[in-house]
Nanobody, 119 residues
Framework: QVHLVESGGGLVQPGGSLTLSCVAS????????MGWYRQVPEQSREFVAV???????DYGPSVKGRFTVSRDVAKNTMYLQMNNLKPEDTARYYC?????????????WGQGTLVTVSS
């Protein structure tokens, strides 16, 4: 079993910043790629960012230049630094990982953390 737990969401004013964290636990050989997605009610989940095992990154067009994904391998943690936040960034943000385990390759999601951008 592999578990992902997100944290760091909250209420922030437009133009503000937040940093989300995603901590992985369990038994695995590799966690990557890991990514961030977001979803608002009644809409499909939207790709935000991804990071690979060799630190390659990619971003969704609406966040490119404002968000930065990074990782701490020793802590099995992925981060999402969000700057210049806009009301349209309001969503529940989910962490995703594709770990390789003794049981095979998995596709794991966290429970999400809510980000609200409002004045």
């Amino acid at each position: 079993q592999v578990h992902l737990v997100e944290s760091g969401g909250g209420l922030v004013q437009p133009g503000g910043s937040l940093t989300l964290s995603c901590v992985a636990s369990g038994s695995f050989w590799s966690l990557y790629p890991m990514g961030w997605y977001r979803q608002v009610p009644e809409q499909s989940r939207e790709f935000v960012a991804v990071i690979t095992s060799n630190d390659m990154t990619d971003y969704g067009p609406s966040v490119k230049g404002r968000f930065t994904v990074s990782r701490d391998v020793a802590k099995n943690t992925m981060y999402l630094q969000m700057n210049n936040l806009k009301p349209e960034d309001t969503a529940r943000y989910y962490c995703n990982a594709k770990p390789s385990t003794a049981e095979g390759d998995l596709d794991v999601w966290g429970q999400g953390t809510l980000v609200t951008v409002s004045s």
